[in-house]
Nanobody, 120 residues
């Protein structure tokens, strides 16, 4: 059974940092792309960043320069380091897994989400 456990969310002031973790089990972690999405109240879910199995990284425009993604295959964990946080980054953040970053949005493998709240 595929399981993804997201953690690390919380309340932070604007300009601060948080590191989210996504720990996975039930599939060959080394062979999968793991990524992060977010959904703010009243808005559509949007992609944030993805770490490919080949070590590649993908970030959407709003994440570039502020967010970094890394993976520790020995721990089956992907991290999303978020710096210079803004109020508009407030959302529930979800991790997901698929074969490739390009098809991540269509996956059935999702974690439960972790709340990030940035106060201005």
């Amino acid at each position: 059974e595929v399981q993804l456990q997201a953690s690390g969310g919380g309340l932070v002031q604007a300009g601060g940092s948080l590191r989210l973790s996504c720990t996975a089990s039930g599939f060959p972690f080394d062979d999968y792309a793991i990524g992060w999405f977010r959904q703010a109240p009243g808005k559509e879910r949007e992609e944030v960043s993805c770490s490919g199995a080949d070590g590649s990284e993908y970030h959407v425009d709003f994440a570039k320069g502020r967010f970094t993604i890394s993976r520790d295959n020995a721990k089956n964990t992907v991290y999303l380091q978020m710096n210079s946080l803004k109020a508009e980054d407030t959302a529930v953040y979800y991790c997901a897994a698929s074969w490739f970053c390009t098809i991540l949005a269509g996956t059935d493998n999702w974690g439960q989400g972790t709340q990030v709240t940035v106060s201005s």
